[in-house]
């Protein structure tokens, strides 16, 4: 199994900039990765630096940028080496149709290319370019040699493009990209096991205009459902009402209430490996729903409430269930309550938490508990914690397999 030290190192970035109207993005890009403790250095193409400075990047990286394959500042004349053995990756964004040409037939005529074909990392591309090229039956031929030599395509995307058109070129957004590159970092711990992922509050009709509902803001089963996509894993994730973006390589299902929950997990969870019960689901939902909006009257109003059906204990009591983690947000006695709630719903791994601090946070304070006690995550980002319940869950069930294992008689 792998652990945490296969974690593939960004500490030192070499981000390459080609030329196209999307050099702009790494600007942003820059920003970003030098936001997260990565140094980075730049190098640029003649072509990018039609579209943006290298003043520019240089104050944003903090390094000076290079883009003379002879730059005298390289004491030996080698920069191509000299860039390229200090980097844990290479990052090129954007990526330029020429440059993919190279790159996929090992031409290089200047320091970004040179650089690109003398590196010994990991190289990560970010495609830019209009759609026509794209398509271009050359490009493609191109890409697909690329992946063969183990070069990761970031992208492209689809949308609105500089010269007018709509399709598929656009570099993706510097979130994304910065995303895919901590996503291909780390180890891929749940490779091939499907994950069903819950997330968000919902949301129980009292009337059209009018429901019961919860302050879950859903962050902590989306950085769950994005880490199990980073650890290799094919995730479904089924949301209640919330804003946020869907992670990369997420298939993502929208619900509002509880019933309707518990439809969409009932339906694949027989299909599921690992089923991560993040959802902030209500407990209760009115009987009987108004069919028109309710009016407002002077005296008190009684709502008859009807208990929702309880979706990881059916989940977990099934005939063959998935592994099952589920969470506690309490406001008091929150390791008790969260045992006293693992062991009722008979399941592996439960996840406690305070309720006042974890709903709507970027971060969260956790406890870990299974049947060998409790492991207690400090306060950090909600995609930190997430990633190191990804590991628990990888330790626990390589430890299944293992135990699972038919004793062989050595006589």
Known sequence: MAELTDIRKLDRIVLGLTGGIAAYKSAELCRLLTQRGSTVQVVMTDGATHFITATTMQALSGSPVYSDLWDPRIANAMAHIELSRAADAILVAPASADLLAKLAHGACDDLLSTLCLARDCPLLVAPAMNLQMWANPATQRNVEQLRRDGIMILGPASGDQACGEIGDGRMLEPEEILAALEAWAQPKLLQGKRVLVTAGPTFEAIDPVRGITNSSSGKMGFALARAAADAGADVTLIAGPTALATPIGVDRIDVVSADEMF?????????????????????????????????????????????????????????????????????????????????????????????????????????????TGRHPLPRAPKIEIARAVVRHVAQMLGARRMYAQPVVNPA
């Open 263 to 371: 439809a969409a997990v009932e339906k694949r969870a027989a299909h599921c490996d690992i089923f991560l019960s993040v959802a902030a689901v209500a407990d209760y939902a009115p009987a009987i729903p108004a069919e028109q909006k309710m009016k407002k009257r002077d005296d008190a109003l009684t709502l008859t409430l009807r208990p929702t059906r309880d979706i990881l204990a059916s989940v977990a009591q099934g005939p063959a269930p998935p592994f099952c983690v589920g969470f506690a947000a309490e406001s008091e006695r929150v390791e008790e309550y969260a045992e006293a709630k693992r062991r009722k719903k008979g399941i592996p791994l439960l996840i406690a938490n305070h309720a006042q601090s974890a709903f709507g946070a970027d971060d969260n304070e956790v406890t870990l508990i299974d049947d």
